[in-house]
């Protein structure tokens, strides 16, 4: 490996991120990957699919009647599929000689980010009760 290379996140890590907490989510991660070797139009390519994607989820939910969590689980899996076994391949064929980026720092972005929705939820529910 040269040391002189960027870390980047995995592409595991950006599948997990992207099911667990969006599309977008893995898609902010690819494209920190992607600014940080100086790919940035591909970079705003990713992060513009992302948004795309995460807008389609948001407005198909809503036309729910009875949305459940797993479609958002669902969702995450598709995106976050075609964004570590697509986009990943292609601007990183050789990701064995990238270092591996800790994903402590976006684990704990999302877990905040997770625990400010939860309590507005929580706290729009008592308003309502009311």
């Known amino acids: 490996m ?13 599948l997990g991120f992207s ?5 977008l989510f893995g898609g902010v991660m690819l494209y920190k990957n992607l600014i940080e070797t100086k ?10 699919f992302s948004v795309v994607l995460t807008v389609i989820q948001v407005v198909l939910e809503m036309m729910l ?3 459940k969590t797993s479609y958002a689980y669902l969702w995450g899996l598709v995106g976050g599929y075609i964004l570590a076994y697509y986009f990943f391949p292609k601007y990183f064929p050789n990701e064995e000689q990238y270092h591996k980026k800790s994903i402590w720092i976006p684990l ?3 877990i905040l980010i997770s625990a400010v929705f ?5 706290y729009g529910g008592s308003i309502e009760n009311e």
Not at 2 to 14: F, V
Not at 39 to 48: D, F, H, M, R, T
Not at 118 to 122: E, F, M, R
């Open 2 to 14: 040269e040391n002189n290379l960027p870390k980047i996140y995995s592409k595991q890590s950006i």
């Open 108 to 110: 704990i972005i999302g």
């Open 19 to 23: 099911m667990f907490f969006s599309t």
């Open 65 to 67: 009647e009875n949305p």
């Open 39 to 48: 790919k940035k139009a591909e970079a705003y390519i990713v992060l513009g």
């Open 118 to 122: 939860i309590a507005l939820i929580i």
